[in-house]
């Protein structure tokens, strides 16, 4: 199984930026995708998780402003970023897990610049 992201990069504050990971290979279809984002110097958080059917949770910093969707591909995920601020830079790393195992893609870079 592979989860691959993109749609990192520099943007300016106020700006946005949406994030697409998809996954690949053998996977159950009844699970959970996810964004999580790591800042230097600080740990992992989750930022927002998706089940299968639809249901959302984010994390209280970015309630209002990111959306996570699930595409026309069971196993793609969005995250629509708007008024990003300069506290949302971090890495960002997509989730995949099912009730047997997590898999995790390759991080993408978001930096937003005062």
């Known amino acids: 199984v592979q989860l691959q992201a993109s749609g990192g990069g520099l943007v300016q504050a106020g700006g946005s930026l949406r994030l697409s990971c998809a996954a690949s290979?053998?996977?159950?279809?009844?699970?959970?995708m996810a964004w999580h984002r790591q800042a230097p110097g600080k740990e992992r958080e989750l930022v927002a998780s998706?089940?299968?059917?639809?249901?959302?949770s984010y994390a209280d910093s970015v309630k209002g402003r990111f959306t996570i969707s699930r595409g026309g591909a069971v196993n793609t995920v969005y995250l629509q970023m708007n008024s990003l601020t300069p506290g949302d830079t971090a890495i960002y790393y997509c989730?995949?897990?099912?009730?047997?195992?997590?898999?995790w893609g390759q991080g993408t870079q978001v930096t937003v610049s005062s």
């Open positions: 989730e995949l897990t099912t009730v047997a195992q997590a898999y």
């Open positions: 290979g053998s996977l159950i279809s009844v699970n959970t």
């Open positions: 998706i089940t299968t059917g639809g249901i959302a």
